[in-house]
């Protein structure tokens, strides 16, 4: 048989194998969504250190309420005594308005702490609010990730497997040695051990190739090699 036809069945052999290379690259390039997961994590933590300082501040808010709901039932305790019109001396009477007057600074204390702790609440509830979006997004990134990974990864499998048996039949026909010299080529070269040198161009590295190199492999006497890349060349038919 000549080298022709040798180089002839290697071609519709590189034709299989690009198929199942191409698979296989496609399955080593497919995302295992850990950097999504890892991020999910993350803003995971995020989001209950912000939902705790959240029930922190609300705590902080209802104490603050009740300390000045029970400040102003003192305020109407002593306004009560103070007008009530049973209390008529003086002393007594001067005593209760000093009192009513140190409560009523209180209450205006309280209230502005009371506006900064209700502020507090605000922004932490906003923060929690952003952050619970932002956790929300991360974990459907990773889910669809994970899911388009595993339906990929069956799909390649099957085809790979598919195309296995076609590569060993069309591989059984080629010459021993050839065969063995194509692997090789064909492990460091990105799957491709033989390439086609239509007008002169090797096909995997597009370099032009010499004319004596040409001509060697047109007389068809010896398996010849692109000076540049070092795959077997072939004519297109
Ligand atoms: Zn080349």
């Given at each position: 048989m000549?080298?022709?036809d040798e180089l002839a069945k290697l071609r519709d052999l590189q034709k299989v194998d ?147 048996p076609e590569r060993d039949r069309l591989a059984a026909l080629v010459d021993k040695?050839l065969l063995?010299?194509y ?55």
């Amino acid at each position: 048989m000549s080298l022709h036809d040798e180089l002839a069945k290697l071609r519709d052999l590189q034709k299989v194998d690009t198929q199942i290379y191409q698979r296989e690259q496609a399955l080593k390039a497919l995302d295992s969504g850990d950097a999504l997961k890892q991020e999910a994590i993350a803003l995971l933590k995020r989001h209950d250190a912000v939902e705790a300082a959240l029930r922190k501040a609300e705590g902080t808010q209802r104490d603050h309420e009740l300390a000045l709901k029970s400040l102003e039932e003192k305020r109407k305790a002593v306004n009560d005594k103070l007008y009530g019109g049973r209390i008529t001396n003086p002393k007594e009477l001067g005593d209760l308005q000093k009192d009513e007057e140190m409560i009523a600074h209180q209450i205006s204390t309280l209230e502005d702490v009371l506006l900064e702790a209700m502020d507090a609440a605000e922004t932490a509830r906003a923060e929690e609010a952003e952050i619970g979006k932002a956790l929300a997004l991360a974990k459907r990134r990773w889910q669809e990730t994970v899911a388009h990974t595993k339906a990929e990864t069956e799909r390649l499998t099957k085809e790979i497997a598919a195309l296995k048996p076609e590569r060993d039949r069309l591989a059984a026909l080629v010459d021993k040695s050839l065969l063995r010299r194509y692997d090789e080529i064909r492990r460091h070269s990105q799957g491709i051990g033989l390439a086609i040198t239509d007008s002169g161009i090797c096909s995997a590295c597009h370099i032009t190739l010499n004319r004596e190199i040409m001509d060697r492999m047109v007389e068809g006497f010896e398996v010849v090699l692109c000076e540049n890349c070092g795959r077997i060349l072939s004519p297109s038919l």
